[in-house]
């Protein structure tokens, strides 16, 4: 009603504008520097674009994917009618996502809801939009993607963002690391850049390649580190890479603030998690060299987890970025890039939780090396050497940390354990090294662990060249094994023992006095047990049979 009283029409209100009708043809902006490295991918993805409405290219923090979806969208510029690019980061509020849409295509304010207005200007067009970051909006973004496409068929999108959207019809396209030689020229061009007179001779190539490699091939992280050339030689910079968030923080001006540190990125990915895929992140950065399910579940199922959420916990961090799954075994194995594994220990050193992290590792892969002794006899033994091989990272630090803290069971138990394991690998030079440092600790040791490990030392130290005390520790092994083990694990000593003996042009001449019904039993089944062994082992044992006694030999004599 007072809209009709002239009193109150001082200036008649402007007349409302016809909606605009956007920008025809895009808002791409030029590029200020070249792509370094991603000739392949942007080829790979432009294609993926001609076959599907709906691409999302995923990856961790830093890794490239903003940059590719830019350059893919100028490289497939002349296919579309218009071509977007959509900055979500900024954006707070899911509820905006439509609005920010609408505002990058220029398209003016009217009465109706943003999404019906981005679908009315698209309408037939053949329309690239390039929506970037949408991690932390993944929701929304997901439902607005879905309600256009459904309605503007001519409409293709390419996401950006840390998991994939799950709306029907997208491919998911994991962004790859920069190859070793892409990643060395982008640390050398940014570090030219940045100080012209920085020429890197053979040796600086060399620190520069394992920059890169340490920094997992991400391009952020590289540029970041070459970025530091200008103060710090290649050396001092790899030398502070193991804190390297507080080394790699000089990064552009101009640069949104969740990308101008290492730490700032990281923390983006890491603060979009709940509470549960926090801890579980955390306690997976205990691991060196990655996990399988079961070990993730031992070491990381305790309070406030339990072991029935860990593996939907994991495959939230692998949708997120965070994990990546190596499927080249049988078990799918979980790793972490060491930026993110760095992030997560430094998380757990926060909360006083990493000792306790660390003293679960080691118990676990301490009980995982006992499989040795049952592999003697073909039981699983070729899972246990591949699960070793696999785990060799893991088992070093449980070694390491039994080391640092005088745990002299522990480490000499891990030592004879894994003896086997190094035998079949041809590393019996580290394999005695561990065998020496274990030995080294101070403490009690169970009667069993130590006549297992003397066994082992003397069997190691004669193949690695340290056969002075051989005979010794066998000797000592053999009675302390006859005494606590059994036969069975005597006559594996033995046999070992008989070995060296033909190996040295004295086939049986050390052998010790025993009932000859027990040595032929226990050697029959440790025979037995060996021709099952794994490849590796099986060429060793006719020198166990050409040594043992004809007086012991015949098995069937009583």
């Not at 879905?146 to 998991?163: I, K």
């Not at 709940?274 to 205990?286: G, I, K, P, T």
Request: glycine content about 8%; hydrophobic content about 40%; aromatic content about 6%.
């Amino acid at each position: 009603m007072l809209r009709h009283d002239p009193a109150l029409l001082v200036d008649p209100a402007p007349p409302v504008p016809a909606p605009s009708s956007g920008r025809s043809n895009g808002n791409l902006r030029a590029s200020l520097t070249p792509l370094i490295g991603r000739d392949r991918e942007v080829s790979d993805v432009s294609e993926l674009l001609q076959r599907t409405r709906l691409a999302t290219v995923v990856g961790p923090g830093g890794a490239g994917k903003t940059r590719l979806a830019v350059e893919v969208a100028r490289a497939t510029h002349a296919s579309w009618d218009g071509t977007f690019v959509v900055e979500l980061a900024p954006v707070a509020d899911p509820a905006l996502v439509a609005a920010v849409v609408a505002t990058a295509l220029d398209i003016a304010e009217s009465a109706d809801a943003p999404e019906q207005r981005v679908r009315d200007w698209c309408g037939d067009r053949r329309v690239l939009l390039v929506l970037d970051n949408c991690e932390h909006l993944v929701g929304a973004a997901a439902a607005f993607v879905d309600d256009l496409l459904s309605a503007s068929e001519h409409v293709h999108v390419l996401a950006t963002s840390r998991e994939s959207l799950l709306v029907p019809g997208e491919q998911v396209w994991p962004i790859p690391p920069l190859t070793p030689a892409d990643a060395s020229l982008l640390f050398t061009r940014r570090a030219t850049a940045a100080d012209p007179g920085f020429q890197p001779d053979g040796e600086a190539a060399a620190v520069i390649d394992n920059i890169c490699t340490r920094l997992d091939g991400l391009p952020l992280a590289i540029e970041l580190a070459a970025a530091r050339a200008r103060a710090f030689s290649v050396t001092q910079i790899a030398e502070r890479l193991d804190d390297r968030f507080h080394l790699l923080t000089g990064g552009s001006r101009t640069a949104a603030a969740r990308q101008a540190t290492l730490e700032a990125v990281v923390r983006w990915s890491y603060d979009l998690l709940n509470d549960d895929e926090r801890c579980l992140f955390e306690r997976l950065s205990v691991f060196a060299g990655g996990c399988v399910l079961d070990d993730a579940e031992a070491i990381c199922g305790t309070d406030p987890l339990q072991r029935d959420d860990i593996a939907d916990l994991l495959a939230a961090l692998v949708q997120k970025s965070l994990l990546t799954v190596d499927r080249s075994s049988r078990k799918p194995r979980y790793r972490m890039l060491e930026t993110l594994r760095q992030y997560g220990r430094e998380r757990l050193i926060e909360r006083e939780e990493l000792d306790e992290a660390l003293d679960r590792l080691g118990s676990h892969y301490a009980r995982l090396c006992t499989g040795g002794r049952a592999a003697f006899q073909g039981r699983n033994q070729r899972a246990w050497h591949h699960a070793m091989q696999s785990d060799r990272d893991n088992v070093r630090v449980a070694f390491n940390r039994a080391i640092d803290f005088g745990d002299r069971e522990v480490a000499l138990g891990i030592a004879a354990d894994l003896a086997l394991h190094r035998w079949v690998t041809g590393t019996v030079g580290e394999g005695y090294r561990w065998l020496e440092s274990a030995f080294a600790c101070p403490g009690a040791t169970a009667p069993f662990t130590l006549g297992w490990a003397l066994m082992w030392r003397g069997f190691l130290g004669y193949l690695s060249g340290n056969a002075d005390d051989a005979d010794a520790q066998f000797a000592e092994g053999i009675a302390l094994l006859r005494a606590h083990a059994g036969p069975v694990f005597e006559a594996y000593a033995m046999s070992f023992r008989a070995q060296i003996a033909t190996e040295a042009g004295q086939p049986g001449a050390r052998l010790p006095s025993s009932p000859p019904r027990t040595r032929c039993s226990a050697g029959r089944r440790t025979t037995r047990g060996c021709e099952r062994s794994a490849p590796g082992c099986r060429p060793a044992w006719p020198f166990v049979a050409m040594s043992t006694p004809p007086r012991t030999r015949p098995c069937s004599a009583g």
